[in-house]
């Protein structure tokens, strides 16, 4: 497009002088050609004569000033050539391949196609006019089939209901009223295996381990079970499932200690441990923090290191669920502007292994 505007452009000034003058144009015409052709000659002594698209450029635009007669005389290529160049030139007028014009709607905005599919995600029961109706809402008018395109391209069903809730989506939505049960294994220095039962509140994170022993029958975790009914007293009321895999030691006497207080037994999957997750990673913090920098030497000692680090972990440990409040915690700590002017004490349990620190009051 630019080329033909310039080409044009020198056309039209080239002109100018025999509009002007009215003689002795087609001369100086003729000479300026032999001339740039003299120079194309210099430019390639020892090789074929090649025309550059300016020499194409410049004899097209002179060619409107030297009568068409003369042109097989003045001219170094034929006059079919010379018309050639002159059409392509000007055809790059009407070229419309470097910006081409879109026809039809214009393509749907990138952020709004995320926020459909966010949508589509945190609501799957929603269908596709459920979200366009929100987009509205929200000011983005949008077509109900725009939104179906979008959700069919990203593999996702726009019908309403495409998929349940997953399993992390169930316990972060129902967390408040979930406590979840696992078993973890503890050894001593002479090579006996102890087993410990823990029990994890969801909502608060709080961590309940009900006992050690060197035989878990399905006797003992019932009893477990009934210890833990006891220790949460009138807080029983505010849990509604427990949450507990496939072992054999949870008997039928173990989840009827939870029904009787009207709650739900959820069983996870078999060799699906992310279905209790949290469980699973509160047994791996005990691990990592107490259990793999203890010697222990029996039940006792084992019993004793537990308690101590579920005091730990209720009282002190700060959680990321909990804006890093520990479980017991109720508030926020008051904010420090200067620690210079407090002095920091240390508090030392099992044995240096953890570190809690306050300020003295």
């Known amino acids: 497009m630019i080329v033909s505007l310039l080409y044009r452009a020198a056309r039209t000034l080239l002109s100018i002088p025999g509009v002007l003058l009215r003689q002795d144009t087609a001369k100086d015409a003729e000479l300026l050609v032999l001339r740039h052709e003299n120079t194309v000659l210099r ?35 034929t006059p079919g050539t010379l018309l050639a160049w002159h059409r392509r030139l000007i055809a790059k007028k009407w070229d419309y391949s470097t910006h081409r014009r879109h026809t039809g709607r214009p393509p749907t905005a990138a952020a709004l196609k995320r926020l459909v599919l966010r949508l589509a995600n945190e609501n799957p029961q929603w269908g596709h ?14 077509a109900p089939s725009t939104v179906w395109e979008i959700l069919t391209a990203a593999g996702l069903d726009p019908a309403p209901r495409r998929t349940g809730p997953n399993w992390r989506e169930f316990l972060t939505a129902q967390a408040e009223g979930i406590i979840a049960a696992d078993f973890f294994h503890v050894d001593t220095v002479l090579g006996t295996r102890l087993y410990a039962m823990a029990f994890l509140e969801h909502g608060i994170r709080r961590l309940h381990i009900t006992g050690v022993t060197t035989h878990p029958t399905g006797q003992w975790a019932s009893q477990q079970a009934r210890n833990l009914a006891t220790d949460l007293g009138a807080r029983m009321e505010s849990l509604r499932f427990v949450l507990r895999d496939r072992d054999t030691k949870y008997t039928e ?19 699906v441990p992310r279905m209790n997750a949290h469980c699973e990673r509160v047994i791996r913090t005990i691990r990592r923090e107490a259990l793999d920098h203890v010697l222990f030497i029996n039940e006792a000692h084992a019993r004793h290191v537990l308690t101590e680090f579920q005091d730990h972990y209720n009282r002190h440990r700060p959680h990321q669920a909990r804006a890093q409040l520990p479980p017991d915690a ?27 620190y306050r300020y003295a009051s």
């Open 253 to 271: 006497s173990f989840d009827a200690v939870f029904r009787s207080e009207d709650m739900d037994v959820l069983l996870s999957a078999p060799r």
């Open 129 to 142: 006019r459920r979200i366009q109706g929100e987009l509205a809402r929200l000011g983005h008018p949008i």
């Open 43 to 77: 430019r390639q002594l020892k090789a074929p004569v090649r025309y550059e698209p300016a020499d194409r450029f410049w004899f097209s635009a002179l060619s409107s000033l030297i009568p068409r007669r003369r042109w097989a005389t003045v001219f170094p290529v």
């Open 330 to 356: 109720a508030e926020q700590p008051t904010t420090i502007e200067d620690p210079n002017g407090h002095r920091l004490l240390r508090t030392r349990r099992l044995g240096g292994t953890i570190n809690e």
